[in-house]
């Protein structure tokens, strides 16, 4: 699928613009944002007023997910039919979500795109991803024994029995490896980006080390959650890049993941490992995970670069 058109009154939010408030539905925010993640075109398609659609959609933050929207009080098959022109797809690249079941039959029957719908939305990621839709149901379920959980919050990863597991990268990890760098913002220490040969290039060099970390616990796997770019500096290490997934930032993985590269320095006779934070308004914390292992602020470069030094 590449494009995802979708409904919002009863779709994405629960009510109607037109008869007053709306509610957003549970997981509306988290399959956008894992469609988008995807990079599949989103598109809402509704019958309202444009203008209060897109404010209601800015309200619930959803516009930095969204391509399009379409809304006008005629038949949805007029604005499908609209859509496929306009970005040049095939109705068999499409999927029209609607609670209507009128709108699906009317949407399917004159344009020949895949239509469903479902009461929870995150579920429409079946026809895009279902891996990511497996990962994101457990978290889902992750987070509602945390939210019943009776207990601090140590206790209870303590009880879903957290592993973490960091090795080095092997080729199959690649365009994983490339995900993290380039998707991850809020727990990425120097936002650099990356094509896929460009870390294919740093996987056959021996100038390099890659490693990964995959995690799981009772609720099942995380999959693989972080990641860490070396460069094997003459007299020291230099940690190029690092980046821990959001979904699993407050469960000890980004100590867990520069533990071991303190540990396989210290194997190597390694004096010194430096790392690097270019702050924004998102990764402050990359500061404080550096810090808490005795990482010392050692300098700053123009470009809003600040070096961390850990003497071994």
């Known amino acids: ?6 409904d919002a009154d009863n779709t994405i939010w629960n009510g109607a613009i037109v008869e007053g408030k709306v509610k957003i539905k549970e997981t509306s925010f988290e399959l956008l944002k894992q469609v988008h993640k995807l990079g599949v075109k989103i598109i809402v398609c509704s019958k309202n007023d444009k203008e209060q659609l897109i404010k209601k959609l800015e309200e619930f933050d959803l516009m930095k997910y969204i391509n399009d929207v379409y809304a006008s009080w005629e038949p949805k098959h007029y604005m499908v039919k609209d859509i496929l022109e306009k970005y ?6 499409c999927l029209f979500v609607d609670d209507l079941i009128q709108n699906r039959k009317e949407v399917g029957l004159l344009t020949n795109v895949h239509v469903d719908y479902e009461d929870t939305p995150l579920m429409i990621l079946k026809y895009f991803d279902t891996d990511r839709l497996k990962l994101q149901l457990q978290q889902e379920n992750r987070i509602e024994g945390e939210r019943k959980f009776k207990g601090n919050f140590k206790d209870f990863i303590k009880k879903s029995k957290l592993k973490v597991e960091i090795r ?3 080729k199959e990890d690649m365009a994983r490896v490339v995900t993290l760098c380039n998707r991850t913002n809020d727990y990425n220490a120097a936002r650099n980006r990356y094509s ?5 290039k740093k996987f056959e060099s021996d100038n390099y080390l890659i490693y990964i970390a ?3 616990d009772t609720y099942g796997k995380y999959g693989k959650i972080a990641e860490a770019i070396i460069d094997k500096k003459p007299g020291y290490w230099f940690i190029e890049d690092i980046a821990i997934s959001c979904r699993i930032w407050n469960r000890g993985v980004g100590k867990n993941i520069l533990n071991h590269i303190i540990n396989q320095a210290k194997e190597n006779k390694v004096e010194m490992i430096r790392g690097i934070v270019k702050l924004n308004e998102d990764n402050h914390n990359m500061i404080k995970l550096y810090k808490s292992l005795g990482f010392k602020e050692s300098g700053k470069s123009r470009d809003n670069i600040t070096y961390y030094n850990l003497e071994i």
């Open 168 to 170: 080095d990268m092997k």
């Open 88 to 93: 040049k797809l095939s109705p068999y690249e």
């Open 214 to 216: 995959e995690a799981d």
């Open 1 to 6: 699928m590449k494009c995802l058109i979708i």
């Open 196 to 200: 896929d040969s460009d870390i294919k």
